[in-house]
């Protein structure tokens, strides 16, 4: 109950200090109430969302995640807003401070300079307000293909021009526009890959949240199959459950849908794939990463039927178990598909020249292409959403590489 009276206070206080803000900028009332009733019906809904209108066993339900999602781009505004006012009290205060007891005048005042600073605060204020409602509304299915090519001495020659399409972090549980998805499966097809590979995180929490898509991802199409690995949301740990015996009958059932829809779900275990005399090794490792998410990943295991000369792809969700893990490995792994970071779902990428998130300070590798020791990982962007209902900057990615033997010459 303290944390919520604290909360609230900050969230009304920071309310109050731009609404003077508004008040030097614009002199009509409709501006201010507008204003204040916006602020306060996002913040009834949070809280009513988060206490009387919990649904047991739906953590990130939709309400949920768009109560939380109009809280963020209110607190966004107001806190920009007010970092600007702030700093602007402060000088006036050292200012009025100077003058009151050196200035030739006691008197003091900056009302055009408050005026001017306002409308900046106010006009930067509205630039990632509008940028995250758009990434609620336009950004979350703004699905793009990116493409690599990726080249390597020891491909088998059969694989020359091998096309994989991955996809990642699913996040069923946060759909809710039947026909853009229905438009990103029909782009996955499109692509018309030899394979192809999903790395974790079909759920929010529960195998049921899958059931209205699971028609639709059925028709998910690969010449050589489709095959996939666990993340750390598909366990069911984000959940209260009544007791185990449920919570492993979920994850069973989970199992279950993802062999239904025609997924070859690899549980530390390996496949080969073969195109006449020359195959691939195909790993896949259930989620092991960092800090306190599940480690339930077994490379050793996953590789026991496979040769330490074999080209190797590994499936693992999650980038940091191939940062601590996979690199420094006995077996050399050519290729590593992850998943897992959603590049936080906010960023700004410009192609050739930036490329940032803030989720950079979590995950030294948390979106593309990487290489180190010779050994390269993709790191997907991922397919859904999760908590913020949107994506700005870091749209939702479907993944095409294309494995080339590199020429001798």
């Known amino acids: 109950m303290l944390r919520w009276i604290i909360f609230i206070l900050i969230y009304l206080g920071l309310g109050v200090y731009v609404l003077q803000a508004l008040k030097t900028v614009s002199r009509f009332p409709w501006v201010f109430f507008t204003y204040i009733a916006i602020s306060l019906l996002v913040l009834g809904n949070f809280i009513y969302q988060f206490t009387l209108g919990e649904e047991m066993g739906r953590v990130l339900s939709r309400p949920k995640s768009y109560a939380f999602g109009f809280l963020l781009t209110m607190m ?4 920009i807003a007010v970092i ?6 402060i000088f006036r205060f050292l200012s009025a401070t100077y003058y009151r007891f050196w200035g030739e005048t006691k008197e003091f005042s900056l009302p055009e300079r408050r005026k001017f600073l306002s409308f900046i605060a106010m006009g930067i204020a509205a630039i990632p307000f ?3 409602l758009y990434g609620m509304y336009k950004g979350k299915y703004n699905f793009k293909v990116l493409k690599y090519n990726l080249e390597y001495d020891d491909l088998p020659d059969a694989f020359d021009g091998y096309k994989i399409t991955q996809i990642s972090d699913v996040h069923s549980g946060s759909f809710d526009n039947r026909e853009k998805i229905e438009y ?9 890959s030899d394979v192809l590979l999903f790395t974790g995180d079909m759920v929010n929490n529960k195998a049921e949240e899958m059931y209205p898509w699971k028609d639709l991802f059925a028709t998910l199409e690969a010449k050589d199959g489709k095959f996939s690995v666990l993340g750390n949301h598909d366990y069911g740990d984000y959940v209260s459950w009544e007791t185990d015996e449920l919570k492993e009958a979920n994850l069973e059932e989970l199992k279950t849908l993802q062999k239904e829809i025609g997924f070859d779900l690899l549980l530390n275990e390996s496949r080969y794939l073969t195109k006449g005399d020359d195959k691939i090794a195909l790993v896949g490792v259930e989620n092991w990463g960092k800090g306190g998410f599940k480690k339930a990943g077994d490379l050793g295991k996953a590789a026991a039927e496979i040769n330490k000369d074999d080209f190797k792809i590994l499936m693992s969700h999650d980038p ?3 940062e601590q893990k996979v690199i420094n490995d006995p077996y050399h792994y050519h290729l590593t598909l992850s998943g897992h970071t959603h590049g936080m779902q906010f960023g700004i990428e410009i192609p050739g020249w930036i490329k940032w998130s803030p989720v950079k300070w979590r995950y030294t590798y948390w979106a593309g292409i990487y290489k180190e020791m010779g050994q390269f990982i993709n790191v997907n962007r991922g397919f859904g959403f999760l908590g913020y209902p949107g994506r700005v900057g870091i749209w939702p990615e479907i993944t095409v590489i294309t494995l080339k033997k590199k020429s001798l010459t």
Do not use: C, M, P, R
């Open 320 to 322: 940091s178990h191939w």
């Open 184 to 192: 990103a499966i029909d782009l996955i097809n499109k692509q018309k």
């Open 130 to 132: 509008g940028g995250l």
């Open 76 to 79: 966004v505004f107001k806190v």
């Open 84 to 89: 600007f006012l702030f700093s602007e009290d």
